[in-house]
């Protein structure tokens, strides 16, 4: 059973389309995260979700809208897409707010093109 | 071999051989400092991690040293494997709920 599962794995669309990613823990756990990865492989936190609750907010543009529609589902929305939003995106969780033993999803490879 | 710095550099080193991957952390307050190795086309998976108030652990093969003086984090990893080939972060969670990841180190191990 996969711990963390995002889907899809990849992703490419056009510049202004709008698109969401899934992501689902199995593990129990109450907070959830997206990450984003860029070319450089630098992993940046983007939001934090404890208990359905948004906890982080990291000066993300507001295109980018988070849901938590329970404890084991984070999905990302993103609107009107931009070539500097492709990166991989990832998803993850954890028991707890120090983020320590955090379990990744395999990621999303966005491209915008 | 060894690797130095916060930029993404890359460590090449004989199968058998130990490995360290040196990293430098920024914030003094965080609690504690993770090791994440992520192999190519997967997410980042924990390896190990240290709380501020220790200066070593260890787990299998791998032993994690905190340099609070110097603030700064190693990673050891004994007779690396072939398996061991993938990209090492370390991270800090400079508050909760978040976790800062430095900019990572690619290993390869050469048969």
């Known amino acids: 059973d996969t711990a963390v599962s995002q889907t899809p794995k990849y992703l490419v669309t056009q510049m202004g389309n709008d698109k969401s990613i899934k992501c689902e823990q199995n593990l129990g756990h109450d907070t959830m995260y997206w990450y984003k990865q860029d070319s450089k492989k630098f992993l940046k936190i983007m939001f934090s979700?404890?208990?359905?609750?948004?906890?982080i907010n990291e000066t993300v543009p507001n295109r980018f809208s988070p849901k938590s529609p329970d404890k084991a589902h984070l999905n990302l929305h993103i609107n009107s897409l931009e070539l500097g939003d492709s990166a991989v995106y990832f998803c993850a969780s954890s028991q707890g707010g120090t983020g320590r033993e955090a379990f990744f999803g395999q990621g999303t490879r966005l491209t915008v093109v | 071999g060894e690797s130095v710095g916060l930029h993404l550099p890359t460590l090449s080193v004989q199968e058998g051989d130990n490995s360290i991957i040196n990293c430098a952390y920024s914030?003094?307050?965080?609690?504690?400092f993770i090791w994440y190795k992520q192999e190519s086309g997967k997410g980042p998976q924990f390896i190990i991690d240290?709380?501020?108030?220790?200066d070593k652990r260890q787990g299998q093969r791998v032993t994690v040293l905190l340099n609070k003086t110097v603030k700064h984090l190693s990673l050891q990893i004994a007779a690396t494997q072939p398996g061991d080939s993938a990209v090492y972060f370390c991270a800090e969670n400079p508050g909760d709920y978040k976790l800062s990841f430095g900019a990572g180190t690619t290993v390869t191990v050469r048969a």
């Open positions: 979700y404890n208990n359905k609750e948004l906890i």
């Open positions: 240290i709380r501020s108030n220790m």
């Open positions: 914030n003094s307050a965080s609690d504690y």
